[in-house]
């Protein structure tokens, strides 16, 4: 997941020396370009959506929990 402008984008895919990127919304066709340390290279097209904040920190605290859930080893009694 790469956020630009309150914007989410999903990785397409990957070459030897850059990622690139397709906005989240299917319905989107902006794309983006970074380097592998996740530098912004190019950005091309407009979006047909308004931004997501809100998107943003639901799929971060998913990330959040389903990590915790892998690492943590507390046992449920």
């Known amino acids: 997941m790469l956020n ?5 984008f ?6 030897s020396t ?4 397709r906005c989240a919304d299917s319905r989107c066709t ?3 370009c970074t ?10 097209g407009d979006h047909c959506h308004p931004p997501e ?13 389903k990590a915790r859930a892998i690492s943590e ?3 449920i009694p």
């Open 4 to 8: 630009i402008n309150n914007s989410i």
């Open 10 to 15: 999903k990785l397409n895919k990957t070459m």
């Open 18 to 21: 850059t990622k690139y990127y």
């Open 30 to 32: 902006v794309t983006a």
């Open 35 to 44: 380097d592998l340390q996740g530098i912004i290279l190019n950005m091309k």
């Open 53 to 65: 904040p809100e998107e943003i920190q639901i799929r971060t605290f998913k990330q959040v929990v």
């Open 73 to 75: 080893n507390t046992l």
